[in-house]
């Protein structure tokens, strides 16, 4: 998959281990260590990582219906001069993002931050923490509708770079915050910039052989209110699409550690699913790998095909060579283990590819790598991406 841009929260740096922290209307549930910070032999990190998951907890809460205001969630975070200032535009504009998306479909009722701290460095006054920030974000669905098969929430797991600094009065101050998510759509808790980088590695590349035009881009209208509903059956003759889900259900933020994982991801992880469901490899030979004619996975990214992992090369083996899937006119359509790709800068090169890993009342909820989410409402990704192409697949 090929990136749309940068997405980065950044600020500055510094910190120092025996310093006092100073929690502000910290959650509650982030006043307890996570499990990394417990083994740790430092009350310094232990502190720090509640910190830095108070933060990250206020950033989610401002997405949801019951968010507080920008100036009372900025209070509830220490930080330098410089930070402040972003902290409060980023803000802000989470706030817009929160309201957009209740308007669509209805937001998100509540949010629950975790982190996992995997190193911690503190230098002087200043301390860096590695960690990814697992949050769910809870739907407004009942506790009937989520028996019925409703999400209960959307989840996403993403790696930061969190910085400190100690204060004049030895309380650490955040003082950077830098989110890992280049190379996909921009993470529910993050703001989108406006550059595009379409550097970043997804195994894919230019083919051995012209492949023409690409079918139109799906509608996105909403289906009239009169459309039956198409229902896939967990299995058919040729594939078992239930365990295309469960494999997505479950990989979707573990990384199955069978396969590499590129810079852009999220089609390696759809062909792993595919695979997981039956779809068997096609070729093998080095010769064939940059025919878009072949799909296959190698022990090196030099033994395994362009369709593999490049969102633009599996679109073309899957629809075209291999007929595994046929175009879908809108995207209202798909079903449960469907594909659904993007191009979201309209230049005719596809970015990203995500499943279907629940349909209810109408509604698609994709699963994907880079940034990695589970159970995104389609109506929240749409409206994201309004200029955007889109390719559905039946699978």
């Not at 009937?144 to 004049?168: I, N, R």
């Not at 406006?194 to 079918?215: H, L, N, Q, R």
Request: proline share 4%; aromatic share 10%; glycine share 8%.
């Amino acid at each position: 998959m090929r990136t749309t841009g940068h997405r980065r929260v950044i600020a500055a740096a510094a910190t120092t281990a025996a310093a006092t922290l100073t929690l502000i209307g910290t959650p509650a549930h982030a006043q307890t260590s996570s499990p990394t910070a417990r083994t740790s032999a430092s009350a310094g990190t232990t502190e720090l990582t509640q910190l830095a998951e108070g933060y990250l907890q206020q950033r989610a809460d401002l997405l949801t219906t019951a968010r507080p205001a920008v100036k009372s969630a900025r209070g509830q975070v220490q930080s330098t001069r410089s930070m402040t200032a972003r902290i409060q535009d980023e803000f802000a504009a989470l706030v817009e993002k929160g309201r957009r998306y209740e308007e669509v479909d209805g937001g998100y009722t509540k949010a629950e931050v975790d982190v996992e701290v995997t190193d911690v460095t503190v230098t002087g006054q200043s301390a860096t923490l590695q960690l990814a920030e697992h949050t769910r974000l809870y739907l407004p669905f009942t506790p009937q509708e989520v028996e019925e098969g409703a999400p209960e929430y959307e989840e996403l797991s993403l790696p930061h770079t969190v910085q400190f600094a100690q204060g004049p009065d030895g309380a650490w101050l955040l003082s950077s915050d830098e989110a890992d998510a280049e190379g996909g759509p921009t993470a529910t808790t993050q703001v989108a910039d406006v550059d595009v980088d379409a550097a970043v590695d997804d195994g894919g590349g230019t083919p051995d052989e012209a492949e023409g035009s690409k079918d139109a881009g799906a509608d996105v209208e909403p289906l009239p209110a009169n459309s039956v509903d198409y229902v896939k059956p967990t299995v058919s003759a040729n594939y078992n699409y239930g365990k295309m889900v469960s494999y997505a259900d479950k990989y979707w933020k573990n990384h199955n550690n069978a396969y590499r994982t590129y810079g852009n991801d999220c089609t390696n992880f759809i062909s792993q699913a595919m695979l997981a469901g039956g779809w068997g490899p096609k070729g093998g030979a080095i010769i064939q790998r940059k025919s878009n004619k072949y799909w296959f996975y190698g022990p090196t990214k030099s033994t395994t095909s362009y369709t593999w992992a490049g969102a633009e090369n599996w679109y073309w083996f899957a629809k075209k060579h291999s007929k595994r899937t046929k175009i879908l006119d809108n995207v209202w359509k798909l079903a449960s283990s469907d594909v659904l790709q993007a191009d979201f800068n309209r230049n005719d090169n596809i970015d990203h590819t995500m499943i279907v890993t629940k349909k209810y009342g109408g509604t698609p909820y994709l699963t994907y790598h880079t940034s990695d989410t589970h159970n995104k409402s389609l109506k929240k990704i749409l409206s994201d991406y309004p200029r955007a192409w889109w390719y559905a697949h039946r699978t």
